[in-house]
């Protein structure tokens, strides 16, 4: 299991392909201007890590309620999404899904491992997306390379309990909310040219969504781990 902060996570964008122009930073604020003006603008990702609390359970639940497989693929497909099937690869699968999604994708290396695991996952279905990664000795070195740099100590597979990662990109002009666990990519709202995924509205529709879920219902402040990919200075 990964920790969400921006040493582990530039550390393994950059191993697997993505460009070193790149760089993950933290965000200690999403309504402060002076706490976010150390982030380069525009934001390409959010990665954020969430607790699973009751409130945000039931709502995944019942938006995911009655929906089959995800059966995107191909060229035309808005948003390159993974279901996750290997334990403790949250964290690097929303670093995937952050790095080969939207304007990111525009810094992945030719020749490298990211780049072909973009290319080969295009045109697969969900099932064999996912086995094409289980079976990636390349994203498998990466996510060891990098799982002990921090301090979390790993636990078990958590299933639909604990923490999870999500990652929040935009493409083709609309929020996408990214994560390996639910049913597929899921389209938030629309932005703007010149609105991002930090931007207020992406905030509204996305991390800022999940909180008010958890303060409506009346739960302890939910307490989580948010870094923005952007350009380095």
Sequence with gaps: ??????????????????????????VYSLD??????HIPRPVLALLVIIPLTPAWDRDRQAEDAGKGDYTGSGPGEPVIWFKQTIGHACGSIGLLHSAINGPAADFIQPG?????????????????????LYNS?????????????GDTVALPPAGNTGQHFVAFVKAEGKLWELE???????????LTDDEDVLSPRALEMGIERIIKL????GEE?????????????
């Design 1 to 26: 299991m990964l920790e969400n902060n921006p040493e582990v996570m530039t550390r393994l964008a950059t191993k697997l392909g993505l460009s070193p122009e790149l760089q993950f930073y933290d």
């Design 32 to 37: 402060e201007p002076e706490l976010l003006a």
């Design 112 to 132: 490298s491992d990211l780049a072909a695991l973009r290319s080969r996952a295009i045109p697969l279905q969900m099932a064999e997306r996912a086995d094409m």
């Design 137 to 149: 000795v390349p994203f498998e070195l990466a996510h060891k390379s990098v799982e002990e740099v």
């Design 180 to 190: 390996g666990s639910r049913k597929g990519p899921l389209e938030r709202g629309s």
């Design 214 to 217: 958890v303060s409506d219902a």
């Design 221 to 233: 402040d939910m307490r989580f781990s948010c870094i923005a990919l952007a350009r380095q200075t």
